[in-house]
């Protein structure tokens, strides 16, 4: 329809209608709109079929539907809700500050955890990424680790944190890209990693080594490898769009 949905932090959420030039507003049973007890709009995804889902700090997991006046919710049961994935046969997977739920073709929501016996290791994680690679991987990023699902094989391999090993990723994992040899690229919420794939070992890289704010510019929120195989990170506070060097293994900001 062309129309735009707007989360906030404290004040419910906006529906922008194009044709009509009219803001709807969905917060307390006030709102002639509708309601959304929630107040903050943390996440938000359209799967396949063409549902949005919104997911909130409270813990819950709204469906929009635009016929309704009430917008439904349901319990993720895992705590907040901070990414989806959605498979090609329609399972969506939600991760939460609490390991990964799944909704499966019955609309029941089942901890990951409690269907694979290899995942035990995982459960109650937080994870804050979920991302299928071109090889049919699936990468989970969450605190101070990143696990990579072997579905064919049902195998997990899991890189943990460790501070004290200056190739290894810190903390929250924000997103992954491959390149094309078929290494990993990884964006924290603390600097750039680098996984080889053939030997195993993590390389660290900040784009500001003296920003060691958490939230500063070393926090990547992208990273894109273009056809000449250069890779670009996106970074907040300021940090801007970045070439990375890998000779030199340095940032050109732009």
């Known amino acids: 329809t062309g129309g735009m949905w707007i989360g906030t932090s404290e004040s419910g959420i906006n529906y922008y209608n194009p044709k009509t030039a009219k803001i709807s507003h969905f917060e307390s049973e006030k709102d002639v709109?509708?309601?959304y007890p929630d107040g903050a709009a943390w996440w938000a995804y359209t799967s396949r079929d063409g549902v949005l889902w919104i997911s909130s700090?409270?813990?819950?997991?709204?469906?929009?539907d635009l016929?309704?006046?009430?917008?439904?919710?349901?319990?993720?049961?895992?705590?907040?809700?901070?990414c989806f994935y959605q498979e090609p046969n329609g399972i969506l997977w939600l991760g939460t500050n609490n390991g990964i739920v799944?909704?499966?073709?019955?609309?029941?929501?089942?901890?990951?955890s409690n269907t694979e016996k290899s995942l035990s290791s995982i459960a109650g994680i937080w994870t804050t990424f979920i991302q299928k690679?071109?090889?049919?991987?699936?990468?989970?990023g969450g605190g101070g680790r990143l696990s990579q699902w072997n579905a064919k094989k049902g195998q997990l391999t899991t890189f943990i944190n460790n501070s004290k090993n200056n190739f290894s990723f810190s903390k929250l994992v924000t997103t992954v890209r491959q390149d094309r040899e078929g290494n990993s690229w990884i964006g924290t919420f603390m600097g750039l990693s680098f996984l080889d794939h053939k030997t195993g070992s993590?390389?660290?890289?900040f784009v500001n080594p003296t920003d060691t704010s958490y939230l500063g510019q070393n926090f990547i929120t992208a990273i894109l490898s273009d056809k000449n195989g250069r890779i670009w990170i996106g970074t907040m506070a300021g940090g801007g769009l970045n070439l990375f060097n890998r000779v030199a293994g340095t940032f050109k900001n732009y």
């Open 33 to 35: 709109d509708g309601t």
């Open 57 to 64: 700090l409270m813990g819950n997991l709204y469906r929009i």
């Open 67 to 82: 016929l309704r006046k009430e917008i439904p919710h349901y319990a993720s049961h895992s705590g907040a809700v901070f």
């Open 102 to 112: 799944r909704k499966d073709t019955s609309n029941a929501f089942i901890p990951w």
């Open 133 to 140: 690679d071109d090889q049919g991987n699936i990468w989970i």
């Open 202 to 205: 993590l390389s660290q890289y």
